[in-house]
């Protein structure tokens, strides 16, 4: 089994930036996919950007491409959200995920982390 731990949330004025960060436990980070899904309040978890094994596929949703950026590190089994020009309508708890398929649906990801809150203040 995988073991994820988001770090990196917290309260952030509109136009702000975060880094959010996952580390993932084990000797095989680089054999999956890397996922960062969000859920606010009342909504369904959606997918928010998707990063290959090898780090040179990635996919965005819509509603952050050209805002957040999806990166990873298999020497540190570590991969980030960059999240610029944040928004109040980015408010959610952000999740790790992994798959052993570049994939963008959730019911795909065999491994989660708890979250961690990401608010974004107007």
């Known amino acids: 089994q995988v073991q994820l731990v988001e770090s990196g949330g917290g309260l952030v004025q509109a136009g702000g930036s975060l880094r959010l960060s996952c580390a993932a436990s084990g000797r095989t980070f680089s054999s999956y996919a890397m996922g960062w899904f969000r859920q606010a309040p009342g909504k369904e978890r959606d997918v928010v950007a998707i990063i290959s094994q090898s780090g040179v596929g990635t996919y965005y949703a819509d509603s952050v491409k050209g805002r957040f950026t999806i990166s990873r590190d298999n020497a540190k089994n570590t991969v980030y959200l960059q999240m610029n020009s944040l928004k109040p309508e980015d408010t959610a708890v952000y999740y790790c995920?992994?798959?052993?398929?570049?994939?963008?649906?959730?019911?795909?990801?065999?491994?989660w982390g708890q979250g961690t809150q990401v608010t974004v203040s107007s």
């Open positions: 995920a992994a798959s052993s398929s570049f994939v963008i649906a959730a019911p795909f990801y065999n491994y």
